[in-house]
């Protein structure tokens, strides 16, 4: 039986991304799995263990899912991605938490359009 540290407990970061236009899941998924994989190799980028859980539709926010042991390392490649087709994004992560829907409520309860625009 395995103990309670050796586990591994799923993360979810909330982020908001600045672009000119809200983007697409498999869009967003590209850039992810591109930019993790330029900066961390590909081997880094599967240990990671990343996941994009949810993506809303209207508004510029999404939940990644990775490891506990992991969240440092998206934490910092999410301030590398600069770019996408050539236009400017950025990627702005504003929590972290344990469940996805404590996640979902932290990305709906506030207007990140007007925090950030």
Excluded at 54 to 66: C, D, G, Q, S, Y
Aim: charged residues 25%; positive net charge.
């Amino acid at each position: 039986m395995t103990s309670a540290s050796k586990m591994e407990r799923a993360r979810y970061t909330v982020i908001y991304y600045h672009y000119e236009r809200v983007l697409r899941e498999d869009e967003l998924r590209r850039v992810f799995t591109y930019s993790l994989n330029r900066l961390n190799g590909l081997k880094g980028s599967l240990q990671m263990g990343l996941f994009l859980a949810w993506v809303h539709p209207t508004e510029k926010v999404a939940l990644i899912r990775t490891s506990h042991t992991t969240v440092t390392d998206l934490l910092c490649s999410t301030f590398f991605i600069k770019d996408f087709f050539d236009k400017p994004l950025s990627i702005i992560p504003l929590k972290t938490t344990g469940s996805i829907k404590n996640a979902k409520n932290i990305a709906n309860s506030l207007s990140w359009h007007e925090l950030f625009e």
